[in-house]
Nanobody, 126 residues
Framework: QVHLVESGGGLVQAGGSLRLSCAAS????????MGWFRQAPGKEREFVAA????????HYSDSVKGRFTISNDNAHYTGYLQMNSLKPEDTATYYC???????????????????WGLGTQVTVSS
């Protein structure tokens, strides 16, 4: 069993930056891929970014490409999502997730992932 906790969300003005963290605990002795997703009120959950276990494959949604950066500190079982040039449309609850079944894949779909955090709220004011 793996437990994920996101942190780093908050209120920021448009154009600002935030760095989200995702701390993993429990059975973290296996390689895993990490993904970030978000869900705004009244909208479907959407893919944001994904990174495979070796860091050799990274995917970003078109809406965040060039502004967000995903990374993972394997030594400390913590993943990050650096978000720059934030826009009001980035407002959402952000979730991290890990895939232990296929760690070599940076999946884009929610059902690619086995464990999820409870989310952290990001609000971008205009």
């Amino acid at each position: 069993q793996v437990h994920l906790v996101e942190s780093g969300g908050g209120l920021v003005q448009a154009g600002g930056s935030l760095r989200l963290s995702c701390a993993a605990s429990g059975r973290t002795d296996r390689p895993y891929a990490m993904g970030w997703f978000r869900q705004a009120p009244g909208k479907e959950r959407e893919f944001v970014a994904a990174l495979n276990s070796r860091g050799s494959t990274i995917h970003y949604s078109d809406s965040v490409k060039g502004r967000f950066t995903i990374s993972n500190d394997n030594a400390h079982y913590t993943g990050y999502l650096q978000m720059n040039s934030l826009k009001p449309e980035d407002t959402a609850t952000y979730y991290c997730a890990i895939d232990i079944d296929r760690p070599w894949v940076a999946g884009l779909a929610g059902n690619d992932y086995d464990y999820w955090g409870l989310g952290t709220q990001v609000t971008v004011s205009s």
